[in-house]
């Protein structure tokens, strides 16, 4: 069993930056690849970003490239989101996610959840 904890969301302006946290306990962290989703209101949880056990290689969604970084402390255990330049649009609640092996795009293809983080961003 692997246990996420999320934080660090909060209400944000329009172009302000956060830092959301993944503190995981458990099985080994450092061999599951790790995501970011995010579901607003009304739609569906969507991918946000990966980074993978092995290489530590990183995927983003085009929506978010270039304003997000994915990255991970292995000797912490804890899964990290950069976001900056936030839009309106980035309002959603923000959820960690785990699973061993490879990194998908699909939240179905995760077994471990966190309970998630809300983020808001205000125009």
Known sequence: QVQLVESGGGLVQAGGSLRLSCAASGRTFSRYAMAWF?????KEREFVAAVTWSSGATYYADSVKGRFTISRDNA???LYLQVNSLKSEDT????????????????????????????????
């Open 92 to 123: 959603a609640v923000y959820y960690c996610a785990a699973r061993p092996g490879v990194y998908y795009r699909s939240p179905e293809h995760y077994d471990y959840w966190g309970q998630g983080t809300q983020v808001t961003v205000s125009s």
């Open 38 to 42: 995010r579901q607003a209101p009304g």
């Open 76 to 78: 912490k255990n804890t």
